[in-house]
């Protein structure tokens, strides 16, 4: 049968409605919760006497501020690409690849001489007592014992010295009840059929066993768990304890039961796991009955929710518990090597709809965290700890590297372009200076319990961070998503998906990191810490790609001849492989000519930068999550495969990955090459 509710129009940037309806609750059909009037500040600044990029290099310590530089190559570096090139230029280090074309194929698509097979699946069993999966036959209880829904973030962390065995750590992000149960009723689904959805959500982790040749095979172990809606967590950091978290369950405001919308993520260089809570307001109903501004800032308006949870638990009932929503859009750490571990939301981070957060380590030993907020018009976040990382691999010093992000400063960012305002006119047309680039610096908001946001104590600005951002005049940007730091050089990527509404009445116009008006393709955004120095507190940028068509005069692929690289939209998950090359899956929903989403590598230095291939594609409807770019194998979460309009389980538009007539399942897929690295 297909839904009975009214489903919105599909999302301008081509996305299904559908999806926007299950994922994040018709964000972008809803008023912008950011209707702060903080200006973009370049177009404070005099324009006549503004410092342009070469003396932006010299006041930064010799750190560019142009397109090729910030990763030690011009512009320039990459414009001789002659036909007649030596076959080694034009394939660089680990992307010896023919690209995969577009396409709108039920299949997941890879290069020629590689193979691939799905390693998990919504409903595999990762216990020895879990049930197979029954479609027509879920339980609750089986879910919770299961592997979990439309699977996002990935990890890969290896158990022994030579990387045969692994842990696969994932995000389960949401649920799309209407393909998880035929006869679905959305305006009265059952206690049944929620409580799956509860058990389907969270994170999974399960031991992998690697092949010679890259295959991943899934064991039962001691290491395997899943993370629900209703797992016991810790809320850590300085808001723990505040009595903004406090509810009739829990008056410590210490304790919270599940963590929900896990998007991307990281791993952190003591080995644990990182899980941004996204779209987590879409869970919470009866937002009118309380008529707080603050909870329209994070999206939560209206009565009932789509999935009607607050019908079977009065937390999600906000008009019955107020504080439960303050306790979810945090970074949540979990420790995947000991599956009694309690996990915990670190409040130092912020509460936004947190993407990922990824860390690095100083120079002097504290960690540095970077996260986005994905939503429309809102901000990039920096987090410098007060503590320093313990070296070693005992339990004693992951103890106390589980406690760096409690404790330490955190920042948003405020971006200047450098040029002329009337050359960033909306078009996407390149300013004179040939490159979208400017300056930054990091805004302190908090450390620990002192607030440097006038009018909010600490414990407002750790819960919420987004009115303190707005306070402080921090950027407003194009739905900023992962955030990675280059393994070599320290540069920092950050994937900004796209922004439909950029340039509406009423709504904020093109800005230089943010050139397009009615953007729906999105940009990657390269970001230089002064001098190199992660603690550092100003910063370089430009705009490394400008997504779309690359025969659209509104595309920018870092210099590169446009006629030879492959089209992507709307950046979602970056990565790095071993040789420096920067890997990004995308989210369009169709939004190019509908074709299918992909996974992409591009080098970001030499003479091919901006060369970007598409490595793989994926089924119909579905979207790519969560690469791990391995020397030996690659694995991609395919989420939502066969999520189109008009679609539902009496009606799949999707059979992958079975075949036949069977119903698709978010799967986790490795690809590899036989006896050869990948790219090679």
């Known amino acids: 049968m297909v839904l009975h509710l009214p489903l919105l129009p599909n999302h301008s940037a081509g996305r299904a409605a559908v999806t926007c309806r299950y994922r994040c609750g018709d964000a972008c059909f809803h008023d912008v919760p950011n209707t702060s009037d903080n200006p ?13 990029a070469g003396v932006v290099v010299a006041a930064l310590g010799g750190v560019a501020g142009t397109a090729g530089c910030a ?56 216990f020895a007592d879990a049930p197979e999966f029954d479609f027509d036959h879920q339980t609750a209880a089986a879910q919770a014992r299961q592997f979990g829904y439309n699977c996002d973030f990935a990890a890969l962390l290896p158990l022994d010295a030579v990387g045969r065995t692994n842990l696969l750590v994932t995000n389960h992000e949401y649920t799309g009840e209407p393909f998880m149960f035929r006869g679905y009723d959305p305006e009265n689904p059952t ?44 809320l850590t950091g300085p808001a723990a304890g505040s009595d903004l978290l406090k509810t009739s369950a829990d008056p410590t405001g210490t304790k919270v039961l599940g963590t929900l919308n896990n998007c991307a993520g990281g791993v952190t260089p003591w080995g644990t796991i990182l899980s941004g809570e996204e779209n987590f ?48 859009g945090y970074v949540v750490e979990l420790d995947p090597t000991d599956p009694d571990s309690t996990p915990v939301k670190h409040t130092a981070l912020g509460r936004l709809k947190h993407e990922c957060a990824n860390v690095r380590i100083a120079a002097d030993g504290r960690v540095v965290a970077y996260s986005g907020d994905d939503e429309r018009f809102e901000y990039v976040y920096k987090f410098i700890s007060t503590g320093k990382v313990r070296k070693g691999h005992s339990k004693a010093a992951r103890r106390h590297n589980m406690t760096l992000l409690d404790d330490g400063t955190l920042y948003v960012a405020r971006f200047t372009g450098d040029s002329p305002p009337a050359e960033i006119d909306g078009s996407g047309r390149l300013p004179s200076d040939g490159g979208f680039d400017g300056r930054g610096e990091w805004i302190p908001l908090a450390a620990g319990d002192k607030s440097f946001v ?22 407003k940007m194009d739905r900023p998503e992962d955030i990675e730091t280059h393994p070599h050089t320290g540069v920092v990527y950050c994937a900004l998906s796209n922004n439909v509404d950029r340039g509406k009445p009423d709504k904020e116009g093109a800005t230089e990191p943010n050139p397009r008006v009615d953007n729906k393709h999105g940009q990657v955004l390269e970001l230089t810490e002064r001098g190199g120095d992660a603690l550092a507190l100003a910063f370089s940028w430009n705009l490394m790609l400008v997504c779309g068509d690359p025969a659209s005069p509104d595309t920018y692929f870092a210099g590169y001849d446009k006629s030879r690289v492959s089209p992507i939209s709307s950046p979602d998950n970056v990565a790095f492989d071993r040789h420096g090359n920067l890997w990004i899956s995308s989210d369009s929903g169709g939004a190019l000519n509908g074709y299918n989403d992909g996974l992409y590598a591009v080098p970001v230095s030499g003479s091919q930068r901006g060369h970007l291939k598409a490595f793989l594609t994926v089924p119909r409807g579905a979207e790519t999550c969560g690469p791990v770019i391995g020397e030996r194998v690659i694995t991609v979460c395919v989420q939502h495969p066969g999520e189109v309009d008009g679609a539902s389980a009496d009606r799949p538009a999707s059979h992958w990955p079975d075949g036949g007539d069977s119903q698709p399942r978010p799967s986790v897929v490795a690809i590899w090459r036989e006896g050869r690295r990948i790219g090679e």
């Open 191 to 234: 206690r049944e059929q929620v409580e799956i959805a509860w058990a389907a959500h969270g994170l999974s982790v399960v031991e992998v066993r690697q092949a010679g040749n890259g295959r991943l095979t899934p064991r039962f172990s001691r290491h395997n768990r899943r993370i629900t809606a209703t797992t016991p967590f810790r």
């Open 281 to 328: 307001n879409q869970y919470f109903g009866n937002a009118a009955a309380l008529a707080d501004p603050r909870l329209t800032r994070y999206g939560l308006t209206g009565t009932a929710t789509t999935r009607k949870w607050e019908r079977f638990d009065k937390r999600f009932d906000l008009a019955q518990e107020p504080n439960e929503v303050n306790r979810f």
């Open 71 to 126: 990763a030690g190559t011009g512009v320039a570096d990459a414009e001789p690409n002659a036909a007649g090139r030596h076959p080694a230029e034009l394939h660089p280090a680990g992307l010896d690849f023919e690209p995969v074309a577009p396409n709108a194929l039920d299949a997941v698509v890879v290069p020629e001489g590689y193979r691939q097979e799905v390693v998990i699946r919504w409903g595999d069993p990762l």
């Open 454 to 475: 006038p009018g909010m104590s600490a414990e407002e600005v750790y819960v919420f961070t987004r009115l303190a951002a707005d306070k402080v005049g921090a950027t």
């Open 40 to 52: 973009y500040f370049g177009d404070m600044v005099d324009r006549r006497t503004a410092i342009k």
